[in-house]
């Protein structure tokens, strides 16, 4: 059973950096893609950022250039290195798993898919 599990938000001023942590076991068979999703209380839940089997990634335009996603197969870890954090970036995160999705699949699927695998959530403040 795939199971993830997110560390690292904190309460940080305008500008400064974190770095979102998630273990990840019980990896599926077959293809998948990893990733980060955001949600404020009241908005729809947001893509951030994703990476492939392959290393390929892909951001949300808001991110780009900031935020760096990056994986450790041989720990079963997922990352996503924050820098320059702007108070529009407050938010929950959360680490997700996308079975059989490879990267174009797990950018268009809507987050409500029963393939979509998810932590349960770590919170980043950022204050201005």
């Known amino acids: 059973q795939v199971q993830l599990a997110e560390s690292g938000g904190d309460s940080v001023q305008s500008g400064g950096s974190l770095k979102l942590s998630c273990v990840v076991s019980g990896l599926p068979f077959g293809d998948y893609c990893l990733g980060w999703f955001r949600q404020v209380p009241g908005v729809e839940r947001e893509r951030v950022a994703a990476?492939?089997?392959?290393?390929?990634?892909r951001y949300v335009d808001s991110v780009q250039g900031r935020f760096t996603i990056s994986q450790d197969s041989g720990k079963n870890m997922l990352y996503l290195q924050m820098s320059d954090l702007k108070p529009e970036d407050t938010a929950m995160y959360y680490c997700t798993l996308g079975a059989r999705m490879d990267l174009p699949e797990w950018w268009t699927t809507h987050w409500t898919a029963k393939a979509y695998y998810w932590g349960q959530g770590t919170q980043v403040d950022v204050s201005s």
């Open positions: 990476i492939d089997r392959d290393g390929r990634t």
